[in-house]
């Protein structure tokens, strides 16, 4: 499976976001989706994770109540939607697949990596 991020930008901290994840190759539906971030001269880090129904998610402490992530798909593509953005959420952020249909925050878990859209909060 091909993935393809966008929706990335610069805004203003407590502004908001939307990235996109968009599947092709295969279906979408197949696979456990997650977003990570890597910020300048840091590791990637988990952000949030959906199942393969969307029923279940899980999100890192840090975005808790302030991101969302959902999917549709019968559009093949995975959200995650960003609220009161604060400067230290500027990273590339990544959208990945897990194969196995698996929710987790370990980064070696995602079979599938797409290639990262930049979001730059400034204050």
């Known amino acids: 499976v091909q993935l393809q991020a966008s929706g990335g930008g610069l805004v203003q901290a407590g502004g908001s976001l939307r990235l996109s994840c968009a599947a092709s190759?295969?279906?979408?539906?197949?696979?456990?989706m997650c977003w990570f971030r890597q910020a300048p001269g840091k590791e990637r880090e988990f952000v949030a994770a959906i199942s393969r129904s969307g029923i279940s998610t899980d999100y890192a402490d840090s975005v808790k109540g302030r991101f969302t992530i959902s999917r549709d798909n019968a559009k093949n593509t995975v959200y995650l939607q960003m609220n009161s953005l604060k400067p230290e959420d500027t990273a590339v952020y990544y959208c990945?697949?897990?194969?196995?249909?698996?929710?987790?925050?370990?980064?070696?878990?995602?079979?599938?990596w797409g290639q990262g859209t930049l979001v730059t909060v400034s204050s």
């Open positions: 990945a697949a897990n194969i196995l249909g698996i929710v987790t925050t370990t980064l070696l878990q995602y079979d599938y």
């Open positions: 190759g295969r279906t979408l539906s197949t696979y456990a």
